[in-house]
């Protein structure tokens, strides 16, 4: 599955911040934001959903993030 986010990330910086957390919760996965993007969209490869722990990583370190496919999550 892929998970794709609107987030208020704007720089290298704020992803560096963000690198070694977002690591740990992706398990190693293939994870990307794009800047050039008006949304600033993150994206993580997975075979888990982490969409709340992300939303709670962006969220705690002064970032907004919204999951722009919430229906992927209900069940």
Do not use: A
Request: proline share 1%; glycine share 4%.
């Amino acid at each position: 599955m892929i998970l794709v986010f609107k987030t208020t990330v704007k720089n290298l910086n704020n992803i560096k911040q963000l690198k070694g957390n977002l690591d740990k919760i992706c398990e190693g996965r293939n994870w990307s934001f794009d800047l050039e993007d008006v949304d600033k969209v993150l994206r993580v490869e997975s075979t888990k959903d982490f969409s709340k722990e992300l939303v709670h990583l962006l969220n705690d370190n002064g970032f907004k993030c919204e999951d722009l496919d919430p229906s992927v999550h209900l069940h």
